[in-house]
């Protein structure tokens, strides 16, 4: 049954492969259906080596192919057009960088860490009367959605603000994407991982997100993640 309930997130893949089904138990973790993979085109990267070089600019890690050692969930991103920009993957299981940290996702080389829209969530870009979450992770904005809500989510808990490979260079200021939303009046919730209270650089994050949005007249609310997704 599981093969016909995740046929597009599954891509091709068998679902008897082990590092599959790790994938499907990852997403079902978090709570997110089949039906919403499918419809947030978010599926297992299908391709070869060179394929995966192609959208990343580069295909292996500490001399490790990636792809003989992992499946790689797929993110399309989308711009305000629906066109899809460069994908993010989340590696199963993780592997490890030459300092021995964990890399639980790969982003293309020299690609800016652009905000994950959407198409739904862009067509609400001018009614305040619509609520926007803003979170961590493609993860949490699709079950955000799911669940009735408009989210927008962050790579990284700095990534709300253009910086390095960014088209506005060293500007801090908001990314061009998320400057495009009419914030004025339109309640937007902050939902951060849990670690906000115990890191003080999480904190400060957040913190300087929400001056930003108030100074653009949104009225921010802070909630956080009972369960990690």
Known sequence: MIDKQYAYFLNGHSPDDGLVKLCIEDVA????????LEKTEVRIF???KDSLK????FASINS??????????????FNERSETIPYR???IPSLTDKDGGEIKYLHPIGKPA???ILPEVWQIKEK???PIWITEGEKKSLTLIQHGRHAIALSGVWNFRAGKNSDLGGDKNLWHEMQSFEWRGRTVYLAFDMDLWINPKVRQALY???FKLFEKGAIVKVVTWKDAI
């Open 46 to 48: 299908s391709g070869n």
């Open 29 to 36: 973790k978090s709570g997110l259906s089949p039906e919403t």
């Open 89 to 91: 993957y989340k590696l």
């Open 208 to 210: 300087e997100l929400a």
């Open 54 to 57: 192609d959208r990343l600019g």
């Open 114 to 116: 652009v905000p994950y």
């Open 64 to 77: 490790q192919d990636i792809l003989q050692h992992c499946r790689l969930i797929e993110f399309p991103y």
């Open 128 to 130: 305040t009367n619509k």
